[in-house]
């Protein structure tokens, strides 16, 4: 037989020849380094021995071969050991699960938790359900926070000023001390830097403190302040975006960032769900205002690019359009009067607000909490005008005092609870002043000297260390975003001496309790029912029913009074929007590797942050010479984002305002504000420990952070936008890590989009592109229902035999009673885009389930991440035969891309040693032990997810990798090993040398179907129940967007997701026919709107190649083998 | 040597310097690693598996635990399998007794006994009793009791006559091939669930335990994983 050859359709005549969807700028303009990328499975060099050269790598061979024969005298296993409790702790039963309500908390709002422990140690979060606004969901934040309570830099012990070890009864001795002294003169000279938070109890404690300490001063100090536009109305707005059906986002990044995160997002989705003609009609549509690109613009119908310090002038104008388009023509004018210096088309407000206008009552605007105190007044007038879905609660009186005072009048005696203010405090606050003013300083931290920048000032100040615990390891309490009050409880004992800021606080007080029995006060305080039943109830729920925050009516609702004059921005005077960072937040989470090799959801960049610039901006600055960024045919030079051996080179740039230079790598953004440069906070640490940092240099000794310090520019004024910035070349160049030509898609059409309106009338706007005239895959046997394709896989036209899950194979007593066969169930997985906001939650919940490992900066920039859930972000420019515009404002599209569990999967076939197979599931199975590392899978796989082990990621510490077994291994008593307490003790973990990728979760499959057998005793009931498995990823998408179960029953979630018009599978025309299908994209249009892109840019960019499509099966079509479609028989 | 000698230094030779024997040599030396080869991989397949290496495994327990005393209806004192391993049912793994549950009884019954000094001193102090693991499989494979008790398959089946041991070792290879042995044929091994840990019990022919087996597969809908998710994550 002769070898057939499928090649994907070849682009058509007067196609356009760019791809359609694009992830990088290289993508788009097809250069040669990304086409060499692309062709190669992994980067150039991935499979090469970086440190070790090739002789070296014999002889070590040799050798090791060698001694290997030594080895084999032992050939019985090792001894092992079973170590029973000695006294049986209650509800423990070894091997099962145990799972305890908590919360992680938050700054404004707390996440409802359910921890999941094996034997009481923490190895993962999901949400509570029990709190109805965040279902199971929960962010990505909550998942990675696992993984501190792990981290082998947290601080092991508290010290003492001369560097010893203080034990937890001398820190109690210490502060009982401090308290006594304090109280001799009424605190006089004290004082406390906290950071804020939710909890009902340390706010009763601080309230006690202030009572029985009249002169001690309490000052909350956070870098990212969330409840700016608490003061200005002397109330918190809560916006419901469940009811809202239209919203206006000034700069309010409400699906990406900030406490409340989670809800907001599955509110918004829920109201996004479309799948009829009727519910299309009932969509919410997003209108967003904002200068970078963030998780809420992508989301956005409409969105418009503004500077982000034109926005607050913007939102002056936007509540204008309201008051006048509802009948107060006059407040309208005299707030227009205000602003000047803007230049913004007129239409756009105009329409928006008119869209706004007739969804009275459920309409909404929420404003960024950086923008000026007018523009929340302002926009608090307009909610008001509209009726809008948003409720206002009273807001908790925001502590007096800022950290400015702290310098301005240093306290002689300091406590710093946590927080990390000689990293993030603003530029013009000398925080150290303030600590070595103190005579005495006390600091709770959770890292220690060695790896925090005030833990090391307090050492340096002669100050007290005090070890702090994790929340996995506390007593406290919290609030949601609703108010509900919900618990903080230990699941662990301290792994180490540590102690919480209860601890802390509450012998300045007066208070003797232990945070527990705090707790409990509080609670009895706030529960109607104070019994010890109703304690544990709360405890197991989770949440106090009815504790919300009452609704609160008066607000203070005054009228803008100042004059707006927009700030002049040109490439010569540019703004920065400075933003936490999706890694490291505002430096908080630097320690943390989940996050920091999460790629940001836009940027695509990982372990470091970037200078982000409009594609405008980088072609302005072609002025001078050096920083030629748009050559000749208009094409974006490679000078700036170059790809390299796989790798992005970018160029380096300094940032200057006022004098304060910065040094960062720039990285072009499409769809950024013109002038608006984004910079992200969180890096360039000094004092931190190993993911913060960078590896070659930590291993000499030296720290440096990885990406830059971007809290220079961060101004107590000023803490988030800062204009009269100037960019300079340096003519240096770095590489960025960055994943977004990792595993590209070769601008296949993967992704389908439409516009709500399609839902009426072009319900197969989701088989469109190539599935619409692709060979029909299941040939004579399309008809067929979906239970019978999943259970039968017909082989249709295929020449090849198909798996079976009709039978039990080797099994003789089912043979001849093939009639009472338990069909198997067989599993699904559907993805929404439409829902999917991309912020990354489910790969790194993903990352906690699956102990998936950290590779580290270096591997990344090698393409060897190995995260098995791939979110890819396309933009697409709408460009069509016009060529290579700029493409300043592109529409985005995420779609999450893991294993796909083909049914005839291209990977199975070409495995020599049968390691990858499929199961009578359906699920296409990798059995780690059997893997020799031939990766033939990988690069057979049309999806691109499966992801290699190339060095021993699990075992060793980034910066030994080449080491190999001549390294230091994490050895189990060292503290390096503490990570591993995290691993999900159901996943095997694996090592150097094997593939792997997603499972669906098949540890979670296996233990449902197991206890339904477990139920099912001596019956036949063994079927699993649907919604009885959530795989990691569906249980922390806050969007909903994933279903999975049985395919096989009409009934189940999955079955009815994936019978939407909306759904279609990736690239089946190449007859893979994957188990994961999507469903596509909508975007719900307002026709009248400036600028409104009627058709998807997908879907425009597209139509070159559906062209033919109603011409196919046509007489002139030709011979379907002669098409380039490759279906010969 | 002469021989060699005189070949070097002396006139022409004059005959064959190889004996004719020497032909055969090559013959010899294939079939001899033939053989060795033989040897070696049949010597392998014998010795170098689960059955051969781990069968017997009997180590010394830290406390001597008499399971001949105490479990099965024919011991002693007849006490179910459950009373200490009581998380088999509910849990992927059976656990070993804690301390306290020895001390249920022992804190009555010879309380002072020598032989349970370990016990003793882990009440006291809290301290683990180090008991040996004896029937273990390896990290990659996720072998679940419950849902075999529960489903009629016998702890015998596994771990054989524990209740007549008095040190407890490993009956079974518990290689793949035995797990996929049972898999395959399940009619052969399942008994009444009530029966599950009454280890003695035996139907009464081979016959009755296939005719009962059968009616077991077909009613519970029977149908052992043999796909690499089975077992392997």
Redesign the interface.
Known sequence: MSKQVFNHPAPQPGEPTGPSYWRSLDERNKTPEFRTRAEREFVDGAAAISTVERREFLLLMGASFGLAGLGLAGCREPRNHTLPYSKQPENTIAGVATYYASSFPGELANQALIVETHQHRPTKVEGNPSHAANGTASSKLAQASVLDLYDPERAQASQDAAGAVLSVAAVRELLRKLSAEAKANGGAGLAFLARPSTSPTRARIVAAVKAALPQARFVEYTPVAQNRADAVLGARALPDYAKARRILSLDADFLGSGDGVVEATRAYSAARRADTAAEADAMARLYVVESTFSLTGAAADHRLRAASSHISGLALLFAAEVLAQTGKGGEANALRAKVSGLNVEEKWIKESIADLVLAKGKALIVAGDHLSADAHRAVAIANAALGAAVRYVQAAAPAAGTIADLVAKPAATLVILGGNPAYDAPSDVDFAKAVKAAKQVVRLGYHGPAYDETSALVKEAKGTFVAASHYLESWSDGRTVDGSYVPVQPMIDPLFPTVTELDVLAPFAGLTQEPYALVRETFNRLSKDASDTAFAAWLAEGVLAGTQYPTYADMLMAVPTAAFKAPELSAKSLEVRIVPSVHAGDGMYANNGWLAEAPDPLSKTAWQNVILISPKLAKELDVEPEAMFINKIGALNRNINQLVDGRLIAKVATLTVNGVTLKGSLFIMPGLADYTIGLQLGFGRRVAGRVATRVAERLQGKLIGNGFDVYPFVTSAEPSVRTGVVLALTGESAPIANMQDHWSMEGRDVVREGNAADLKDNQNFAKLGIDGHAPAVYGKDEKMSPADKAILTPRGNSAYEHPNHTVAPNVAVWKGHEDKFPLLQQWGMSIDLNTCTGCNACVTACQAENNIPVVGRDQVLKGRNMQWIRLDRYFFDGRDQAGNDIPTDPQVTFMGVACQHCETAPCETVCPANATVHDDQGLNTMAYNRCIGTRYCANNCPYKVRRFNFLDYNKREDGHYYEGPLGPAKLPKDPADLPQLQKNPDVSVRMRGVMEKCTYCVQRIQEAKIQAKVRAKDSADINVADGAIKVACQQACPAEAIEFGDITDPKSRVSKAKASTRTYGALTYLNTRPRTTYQAKLRNLNPKMPGAILIPLSRKEMAGRESHAPAHGAPSHGAPAADGHGHQK | MRKLINFLTGAAPRGNFFRRSVNSVPLQVLICLLVTVAVVVAGINEY?TNKY??VG?T?EQPVAFDHSFHAGPDSVLGLDCRYCHN?V?????S???????CWNCHSQVKSDSPALALIRR??E?????????VH?V???V?F?H??HV???ISCVECHGRVDKQVVVGQQKSLNMSFCLDCH????QFLR??DKVTDLGWKAESPAAQAAQ??K??????V?P??????C??
């Open positions: 170098a290496l781990n495994y180590p998380g049912d509910k849990s992927a793994h656990n070993v007794p804690t301390t306290n549950t882990s009440v102090t809290g301290e683990a009793v180090r008991w040996v693991k273990k390896p990290d990659y996720y679940n419950a849902v529960n489903r009629g395959r044929n399940p009619e009444p669930v087996g059968t077991f597969v077909h009613d519970w809908k149908n994983p043999q796909s690499c998710s089975g392997h994550r």
